[in-house]
C-alpha cells in the first residue's frame, strides 16, 4: 500500500465527510495507507501542503489554492468536493424581500476575502448592481452571523444551508436565495461554485497519478456509502466529532449539497470562471495556469469504478 | 525655665495609667503609670528590648495600647483631636528613599495645608538647624548614619510640636554634634516650651537634658524608678554637679 | 473557634458570589437563543458529555502537557535570563529591544512561526506558550533584580561568598515575590495563549476541541470548557499557589 | 565624550542586532515559499503598499483608540481597584477568586461576550482590551501594596496624614515600579487582544486587516502588519516609557 | 596582652597608605595612612559624616579606593586571598527579612563550606553570647532595635575572624548591655588574638576597649590624631586612669 498523508479541515463544513472517510478503509481498500491530520484552520491545510508536512488535502479553500499556486507553491487540484452551499437569508420578520432590497445594509457573511465572500459579492453585483461599496460586509464565523442576525446588528446574512438547518428551532430566517441559483443567473450555466477542492503535491500528482485515482475512488466510494448509510454516518459524526445526534442528523440531511468528487469539464470551467471572478475582486493576483488542474487522476479513476 | 513641680497640679501634657501590651506570648509592658507635665522633658532609660520604642510607639497612638489609659493634655487619646501638636522621630531613619533631602524634612508639613514655598524655606531653616544646609538636594543614599539621623531630627522638628517623642534621636552622632544638637533642642524646647519624652541609651544626655529619668525594667517592661533631675540649666557635662549625678545614675543602674 | 468562624464565613461569601453569578447568568441565557448564550442547565449537561466523552481525558492531557512543558522551560529560561539582565546593565541595554519585541508579537503570529518550524505537534503550542510566558517572567525576574537591596548584596560579599551564593541567598528571596506573581501571570496566559494556538497548530487538546465547537456553532460546549478551564485554574490557585506562597512569605510583617 | 561615546556603542549594537535579524529572516525566507515566509524585501514592499493604501491610517487610527480606550479604563479602574484589595484583607479574599477567574477567561471568550453585549462596534475590542489589561494592573497594584512598607505608612501617620495622603505621598511612589511594569505588560497584552478581538467583533482595525490578509495567505501583509506594531512598540518603549521611568526613579542607588 | 609597640617590626594586619576617595563632587577620604598590628583594637572617632564608614567599606574590600594602597597581612588588597579572614559589621543591623534570627547568625557560617547541624550549634552559642538565645526562632520584625543589632554582632563574631570591622557596634545599646558585650569581645578577641577596628561616637568606649583611637576630622576626611591608651586592663570606666583618659580625650575632640 502507498502511505499517503491527508489533511483536511474538521471543524468546518469537511468534518462530516472527513470523519466518514477515516472510519471506513475504502482508501485502504483502494490501495491507500492513509495517515490522517487534522486542522482547525480553514488554511491550515494549504500551509501544511506547502511546508510538505501533508501530501494531499481535501475541503482545502478554494481562494487559498489559488493564491498558493499563484506563490508558486507546488500544488495542483484534482477534484472540485465542497459546492458553496450557502443561501442568502433575512431575519423572518425583516420587510426584506428579495435581494435588490440589500443594497446600502449591512450583509453578514463569511469575512472579507473568504471564498464566500467573494462569490456573494459578485453575484449581489453581476444579478442585482449592488456592487462592493452598496452594502456593508459584515464578517464572522457561522455561530456569530447568525448571533448577528438574531440581534439585528446586519439586515441580512449569506449562511450555510446546514447552519440554517441546525438552529433552525431558534433562529427565524426568510430565505431570499441561494449561491447556486444565483451563480447559475450570474454564468448563465448549470454549474455551482465550490467553496472546497481537493489539492494535492505536485510532485505526487505528477509522478504517481494513479495513486491520486486511487485516493479519488475511495472518496467516490465514501460518497456513494454515505448517502446509503444515513443512520451510520450518524453514530460517526456523534462519537468522532462531538456531534449531538440533532446536529449530526443535520449534516448528514445536507450529505448531498455539502459534497462532491467531481472535475468535469464543466466543473473545471467553473473553477475558472470563479478564478477569474476572484481575481476580478482583487483577492487574487497573478495568472491562471492550465496545469493546475491535474485531469489525469480523475480520468484514471473512472477506470476504477 | 518650668520646673516641673511648680506645674504638677496644672493638667499633664502626657498622662498613662496602667498601660499594658503583649506581643503574642511575650509581654512587652506592665503597669505603665506616669505623667508628663506640659514643657517638661522626660528620659526612658532601660535595657535593650524592655519596652522603650514600644511605649513610645503607644504614646504617639500608632500603636494601640492591650490594656490601660492615655490621656493627652487632659483628655483621653480616643477624643483627643490634636495630634498634629505631636511629633514622632523613630528610632530608625525612616527617610523616604524617593525623596530628596529637603523634600524629606518638608514631609511632615505636607500634612497641614502650608503653601509650597513656605515648606520649602522653613525645610532649609531646619536643615541649617542641623548642619546639613548643604545637602537640601542630595538623596537619602548618599548620606551617612549619623547625617540621615539629623535629618529625621530636622523633620521632627520642623512642624513646631508641642509634644516631641524621640527614640535615640542622637544615637549615631559624635560628642560635639551630639551637644550642638542639645543646644538647639534645648533652645527651641524653651521657646516653644515643647513637652519632650526621649529614649537614650546615654547617662550623661539624660542627665544634661531631662527634667526626670524615668528608668525601665524588662520582661515585662515595668518602670523601676523614676528620678527628678533637680540641676540649674545650662548643665556642662563637665561640671561637677552634673558629673556626680551621672555617676549616681549609673550607679542606679 | 476564631478560624472555624472565619472559614464559614468565607464559605459563605463564595457560595453568594456563586449564586449571584449562575442566576446572572440564568436569567440572561433566558432572554437570548441558546445558541448565543446558552443557560447554566444545557452548559452543565454539555459539559456532563464532555467529561465522559472518549477523547476528553486525551485533549485535557494534550493541553496540559503542552501548557506545563511550555511554562516550564520558560520558568528554566525566563529566570536565568531576568537574573543576567538584573545584573548587568550592558547585557540589559542590549536586550531591551527584544524584550519589547517579544512583548508586542501576538500569540497568533507565533502560531504561525511555530507550524512553519515545527508543523502541527506538541512543540508548535508549546513553543507559543514558551514565546508568552517567558517574556512574562523574565521581565518580572529582572525588575525584582533590579530591586535586590545593596545592603544585603554587600552583607554577603563581606562574607565573601561567592557570586552564586549571592544569587541563591540573597537575590532569589528578594527576587522570589516578583517571579511569584511573573509566574502566576505566565501560566495564565499560558493557558489562553496555548488554547490560540491549538486552533492554529494542533490535532487534539482543548483549543482544537474549542475551535470546533465555536465554528460548529455549539456554544454550549464553548461554555463548558470554558467553565472546566476556569474550575482548574481556581483549583490550582486555592490548592497549590496560595499555600505554597503563605509559607514562603510567612516571614513578611502583617499589616496590623 | 563618555556619553556620546556610549551612545555611539550602543547604536552599534542597535544596528548589529538588526543586521542579524535581517540575514536570519533573508536566510530562512529563500529557503521556504514566500507565502509561508516571505522575505524582508517583499515585506518591505507590502508595508509600503499597506502605508499607501486608502484605509492604512483610518485602520491604524480605530485600533489605536480601541487599544488606548481599554488601556486608560482598565488603568483607572484597576488602580483603584488594586489599592483597595491591598488594604483590606476581608475585600482582597472576597475578590481573589474572581480575579483569578478574570486571568483564565481567555480574551476569544470576553471577545463573544463582547458581541453579545455590544454587537459590532468599537465597544467591544474596547471591552476586551479592558478584560485583559485591567487584572494585569489591578493584580500588580496590589503585590506593589502589599509592599509598601509599614515603617513609612507608620511616618505618615505619625505626622497625622489622611488616608488620601498616606495613598498618595507614600503608597503611590512605594507601587509606582509595580504599576510601571504592570502598565507595560497590560499595554503589550492589550495590543495583542485587540487584534484577536477585531478579527471577530470588528469591520475595521489593525487585526480585521491581518485576519482578511492571513484568510487570504497574504502573508507578507501579516508580515508587514506586525512590523508596523513592533515598530510602534519600540517607539513608543525608547520614546515614552523609558525617558519616563529614568526620570521616576532617578531617586534608586546606581548599582556600583 | 599585646602591646601594640612590641609588635611594630612585625608585619601590621592592616597597612593603609594615602587612602583617597570621592564621590562625584564629595571628597570624602583624602591621604589617610595606617597600620594596624595584630592583635591591636583601633577605635575610629570622629564627627558625623568626616568618612569613618566609607574607610570601613575600603577597608573591608567592598569599596574600591580612588588611591592609595591598602596591605593585609603584609599582602596587597588586589592579591589577598583569605578575605574569609575579615568580618564587617555594617552602621545599620542588615538582618535579612526573610531568615529566621538564627538563621540569620548562621548567613556567614554559609560562606564556608561547614555542615548544617554544626552551624546551628555555632549560632546559638552566638546567640547566648549576646543573650539572646531565647530569640532563635523569632523574625527580624519582632526584634528591638538593640536586639538587632546585637544579632548583627552575633552574626560577625560566629565566624570567628581574625580582623574584625564594627561600625558603631554598640550604639543601640543601654550602659549595661553594652558593658557585658564589651567584655565579651574582649575575651574573644584576647583568646584568638583579632584585630579590631571600631567606629564610635562614645569616647569611654573608645578608651575603655582600644589600644590606639584615630580621630579623624571632616571635609576631605583626613587623619586628625592617633594616640595611643597605654592603660592596664581590665580597665573599668570608673577608675581614675580611665576616666582622666576619656577627660584628656574629650578635650582633644
Ligand atoms: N554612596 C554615596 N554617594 C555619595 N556620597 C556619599 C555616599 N556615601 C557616603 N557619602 C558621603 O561621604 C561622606 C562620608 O560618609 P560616611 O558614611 O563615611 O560618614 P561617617 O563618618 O560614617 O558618618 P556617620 O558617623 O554619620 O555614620 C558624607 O559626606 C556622605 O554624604
Ligand atoms: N512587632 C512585634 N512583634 C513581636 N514582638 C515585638 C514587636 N515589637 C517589639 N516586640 C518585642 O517587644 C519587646 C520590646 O521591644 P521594644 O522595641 O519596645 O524594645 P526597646 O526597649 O525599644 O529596645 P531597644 O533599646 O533595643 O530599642 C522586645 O522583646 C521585642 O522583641
Ligand atoms: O492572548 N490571549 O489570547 O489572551
Ligand atoms: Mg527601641
Ligand atoms: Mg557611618
Given at each position: 500500500a502507498e502511505k499517503v498523508r491527508i489533511g483536511y479541515w474538521t471543524s468546518g463544513v469537511s468534518l462530516g465527510y472527513g470523519s466518514v472517510l477515516e472510519s471506513k478503509d475504502f482508501l485502504a481498500e483502494r490501495g491507500i495507507d492513509a495517515e490522517f491530520v487534522h486542522f482547525p484552520d480553514v488554511n491550515a491545510p494549504m500551509r501544511a501542503l506547502a511546508a510538505g508536512s501533508i501530501d494531499l488535502a481535501f475541503g482545502a479553500p478554494l481562494a487559498g489554492v489559488f493564491s498558493t499556486a499563484a506563490e508558486g507553491v507546488p500544488v495542483k487540484i484534482f477534484a472540485a468536493t465542497q459546492p458553496a452551499d450557502v443561501q442568502f437569508v433575512v431575519p423572518e420578520d425583516s420587510s426584506i424581500e428579495s435581494l435588490d432590497e440589500l443594497r446600502g445594509k449591512k450583509i453578514g457573511m463569511s469575512p472579507a476575502g473568504s471564498s464566500v465572500a467573494v462569490i456573494a459579492s459578485a453575484v449581489l453585483a453581476g444579478n442585482y448592481g449592488i456592487g462592493s461599496n452598496d452594502f456593508s460586509l459584515v464578517g464572522g464565523n457561522e455561530s456569530r452571523l447568525a448571533q448577528f442576525l438574531v440581534q439585528k446588528q446586519v439586515d441580512g446574512a449569506a449562511l450555510r444551508s446546514v447552519t440554517i438547518a441546525q438552529l433552525g428551532d431558534e433562529l427565524k430566517v426568510k430565505r431570499l436565495g441561494s449561491f447556486a441559483e444565483e451563480w447559475r443567473k450570474l454564468t448563465d450555466s448549470d454549474s455551482v461554485p465550490y467553496i472546497g477542492v481537493g489539492a494535492v503535491n505536485a510532485g505526487l500528482v505528477d509522478e504517481h497519478p494513479e495513486t491520486v485515482a486511487r485516493v479519488i475512488a475511495a472518496l467516490r466510494d465514501t460518497l456513494a456509502w454515505g448517502e446509503a448509510h444515513p443512520d451510520e454516518v450518524v453514530s460517526i459524526l456523534q462519537s468522532?466529532?462531538?456531534?449531538?445526534e440533532h446536529d449530526a442528523r443535520v449534516y448528514v440531511g445536507q450529505w448531498n449539497a455539502m459534497n462532491r468528487v467531481a472535475f468535469e469539464p464543466e466543473d473545471i470551467e467553473t473553477l475558472k470562471r470563479q478564478h477569474q471572478v476572484f481575481a476580478d475582486s482583487g483577492l487574487i493576483r497573478g495568472e491562471l495556469d492550465d496545469s493546475l488542474f491535474a485531469t489525469q487522476p480523475y480520468a484514471q479513476a473512472e477506470q476504477l469504478r | 525655665m518650668n520646673a516641673p513641680s511648680s506645674l504638677a497640679v496644672a493638667v499633664p501634657a502626657l498622662s498613662l495609667k496602667d498601660i499594658g501590651k503583649h506581643f503574642d506570648g511575650l509581654e512587652a509592658l506592665r503597669g505603665i503609670s506616669l505623667d508628663v507635665a506640659k514643657g517638661e522633658i522626660v528620659a526612658l532609660l532601660g535595657t535593650s528590648g524592655c519596652g522603650k520604642s514600644t511605649l513610645l510607639n503607644i504614646v504617639s497612638g500608632l500603636l494601640p495600647a492591650d490594656r490601660g489609659e492615655l490621656r493627652i493634655d487632659g483628655q483621653p487619646a480616643s477624643s483627643?483631636?490634636?495630634?498634629?501638636?505631636i511629633a514622632y522621630m523613630f528610632q530608625e531613619d525612616r527617610l523616604l528613599p524617593w525623596r530628596s533631602i529637603r523634600a524629606n524634612v518638608a514631609f511632615g508639613l505636607e500634612a497641614q495645608r502650608s503653601r509650597r514655598a513656605e515648606r520649602i524655606i522653613k525645610a532649609e531653616e531646619a536643615l541649617r538647624l542641623v548642619e546639613?544646609?548643604?545637602?537640601?538636594?542630595?538623596?537619602?543614599?548618599?548620606?551617612s548614619g549619623g547625617m540621615r539621623s539629623r535629618v529625621a531630627l530636622a523633620r521632627s522638628l520642623v512642624v513646631e510640636p508641642q509634644i516631641l517623642l524621640m527614640d535615640e534621636p542622637f544615637s549615631k552622632l559624635d560628642p560635639q554634634t551630639r551637644a550642638q544638637m542639645h543646644q538647639e533642642l534645648l533652645r527651641l524646647q524653651r521657646l516653644k516650651n515643647i513637652t519632650v519624652v526621649f529614649v537614650t541609651h546615654d547617662v550623661e544626655e539624660a542627665v544634661v537634658l531631662a527634667d526626670r529619668v524615668v528608668v525601665l525594667e524588662p520582661r515585662p517592661g515595668r518602670i523601676r524608678a523614676i528620678k527628678p533631675l533637680d540641676l540649674a540649666r545650662p548643665?556642662?557635662?563637665?561640671d561637677l554637679a552634673v558629673s556626680e549625678q551621672v555617676r549616681q545614675l549609673r550607679m542606679a543602674l | 473557634m476564631e478560624t472555624s468562624k472565619r472559614i464559614l464565613s468565607l464559605l459563605l461569601q463564595r457560595g453568594v458570589l456563586i449564586a449571584v453569578f449562575l442566576l446572572l447568568w440564568w436569567y440572561a441565557a433566558g432572554r437570548l437563543p441558546s445558541f448565543v448564550l446558552p443557560g447554566p442547565e444545557r452548559v452543565f449537561y454539555a459539559f456532563n458529555g464532555l467529561v465522559h466523552s472518549a477523547t476528553f481525558l486525551h485533549d485535557l492531557g494534550a493541553t496540559m502537557g503542552r501548557v506545563f512543558s511550555g511554562f516550564v522551560l520558560a520558568t528554566l529560561i525566563g529566570t536565568p535570563l531576568g537574573l543576567a539582565l538584573g545584573s548587568s546593565r550592558a547585557l540589559a541595554r542590549f536586550f531591551e529591544p527584544i524584550l519589547a519585541v517579544l512583548n508586542t508579537v501576538s500569540s497568533a503570529i507565533w502560531a504561525i512561526f511555530a507550524i512553519i518550524w515545527f508543523g502541527i505537534s506538541d512543540a508548535t503550542t508549546i513553543f507559543v506558550v514558551f514565546m508568552t510566558a517567558m517574556p512574562l517572567i523574565l521581565t518580572n525576574v529582572w525588575q525584582g533584580a533590579q530591586t535586590v537591596e545593596r545592603q544585603f548584596i554587600d552583607l554577603a560579599r563581606s562574607f565573601r561568598m561567592s557570586r552564586w551564593q549571592i544569587l541563591v541567598k540573597i537575590s532569589l528571596p528578594s527576587i522570589l515575590p516578583y517571579f511569584f506573581s511573573g509566574a502566576r501571570l505566565a501560566f495564565g496566559f499560558g493557558w489562553r495563549v496555548s488554547l490560540v494556538a491549538e486552533t492554529l497548530g494542533a490535532s487534539d487538546g482543548i483549543g482544537y476541541r474549542l475551535r470546533q465547537a465555536a465554528d460548529l456553532v455549539q456554544s454550549d460546549q464553548v461554555f463548558a470548557w470554558t467553565l472546566l478551564l476556569v474550575a482548574l485554574m481556581l483549583l490550582l490557585e486555592a490548592g497549590v499557589l496560595k499555600p505554597l506562597e503563605r509559607w514562603l512569605f510567612r516571614w513578611k510583617t502583617p499589616s496590623r
Open positions: 468522532s466529532a462531538n456531534l449531538p | 483627643f483631636r490634636d495630634w498634629r501638636q546639613l544646609e548643604g545637602f537640601a538636594r542630595a538623596w537619602p543614599h548618599q548620606l548643665r556642662i557635662p563637665t | -
